[in-house]
């Protein structure tokens, strides 16, 4: 299933040609509307951001859920989930990434109630792009303090940006699918997770079985549980998942 839909066939996060001069900020964009995806992608790109886009809400709001991006610059108005729901559900899922709200003119009232959920500025198209990049970069320098914050619940730690998990001294790789549900439910410890809104974020609205969830969890806990004396990652039965560190 394609997790993301870029612009370019080369779209994997690259330097640009100004090469790391911002210091690598990676930049997600959420944007249907192409010709403004590509107009960003490529003002950023030259200036050095690592980029990468999708073009609905429910793929942007698994990719934003990952914690790999510095910055997400969101559409209002997006097919299926819309911006204002996508950045309340990122919320909720514990995701604090600094978001900058794209809106036309007359959904400006729309947009302005995106702060209560969650929404941390905004821009009115059309604008300028070195007017979108200093919004990015005081976003940016506003979270600084966060940036490359691991997560910890009792003694298992998780860095979103290395995908690598550590407990008792050992280093535990993750794959894509185990990093975002290991990052959500230590965003979210020690409440439970719903299996729906699981499912949800990791495959969005085509969903995924409760199954192929159920054999993801089984994979996290051979990993992260089992080597140890005691037992974090807990099943709510018919309700959803949580982690919760027993000392
Ligand atoms: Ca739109």
Request: proline share 4%.
């Amino acid at each position: 299933m394609s997790e993301h839909r870029p612009i370019s066939p080369t779209s994997r996060p690259r330097a640009g040609a100004a090469g790391w001069a911002n210091g690598s900020l990676r930049i997600l964009i959420i944007e249907d509307e192409r010709d403004i995806a590509a107009n960003i992608w490529d003002f950023l790109e030259r200036r050095g951001y690592v980029v990468d886009h999708v073009a609905d809400g429910a793929h942007g709001l698994m990719r934003a859920t990952e914690g790999c991006f510095d910055v997400v610059i969101l559409d209002l108005g997006l097919p299926g989930l819309d911006g204002l729901d996508l950045c309340r559900r990122l919320r909720e899922a514990g995701q604090s990434v600094p978001v900058l709200m794209l809106t036309a003119r007359d959904t400006l009232a729309d947009c302005l109630r995106g702060f209560e959920h969650g929404t941390d500025d905004y821009l009115v198209k059309p604008f300028a792009m070195r007017e979108l990049e200093v919004r990015i970069r005081a976003l940016h320098r506003r979270r600084l303090p966060l940036q490359d914050a691991s997560l910890h619940v009792g003694d298992l730690s998780y860095s979103p940006r290395s995908m690598l998990a550590e407990r008792g001294g050992q280093s535990i790789p993750l794959t894509v699918a185990q990093g975002r549900i290991l990052g959500l439910l230590m965003r979210t410890s020690p409440n439970v997770i719903h299996r729906e809104e699981l499912a949800f974020l990791l495959w969005g609205e085509e969903g995924g079985s409760f199954a192929a969830l159920h054999t993801h969890i089984c994979a996290l806990r051979a990993l992260i549980d089992r080597p140890f004396d005691d037992e974090l990652l807990q099943t709510v039965h018919g309700i959803g998942y949580r982690l919760i560190a027993n000392r």
